[in-house]
């Protein structure tokens, strides 16, 4: 047996080790879903909306070992601060690690209520105005910005497109007053011509 391919075998080994142990951490999504009302599932932090264990893309039985690698690469991110890029994650779940760290995520397995807090509300992934650690709570997905509360989306936008908004009120209030004064001008040419005309017939 080649090296690389007992390399590979023993980081497939390593791994379905700790799957027994933690199989995609559903605290943080059933938390999420019991404060949202929400239907969300492991596509939350995951690649694959089923969690990591299977063989579809995103899987853990479908990686190859550079994939294997990236994946162990991750899950040795104990303390925060390390770009990881877990071929199981998506970018929010990767973020989570770079972050916090594994350890403390390990830790707030009992009391995923304090992710956002442990997160911060700055980062927006997806940069549809609403945070990350906010999406978490409003159970939708922080790397979609067509996924979020309807609401928040709409308040965001404004909030992103205040100055367009702005332009287009003032555009269309100079055009209206623009219109306004041409009608004026009109009527009074009008009247002037009238009235000249008048003065005319008077004297003829
Ligand atoms: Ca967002």
Known sequence: MKKSQFIYIFLLLLVY?????????????EYSR?????????ALCHTHGDGPEG?????????NKAEMERLMRARSAFQPG???????????????IYKIGKKKFLELKSHPE???????????LDRDGIPDAQEYLDGTLAISKEDGDPKKLFIANIRINIKHIILAILSVSLMFFGFVALLKGI??????????????????
């Open 17 to 29: 080790s700790f799957e027994l142990n933690a199989y995609a951490y559903p605290e943080f999504y």
């Open 34 to 42: 019991k404060v949202s009302g929400r239907n969300t599932n492991c």
């Open 55 to 63: 063989f579809e893309e995103g899987q853990i039985k479908s990686l």
């Open 82 to 96: 390390i770009k990881v890029k877990s071929p199981i994650l998506n970018a929010f779940g990767n973020h989570i």
């Open 114 to 124: 304090n992710l956002p807090k442990e997160l911060g509300f700055k980062s927006d």
């Open 187 to 204: 009527h009074l040419k009008t009247k002037l011509n009238n009235s000249n005309g008048g003065d005319k017939n008077e004297k003829i």
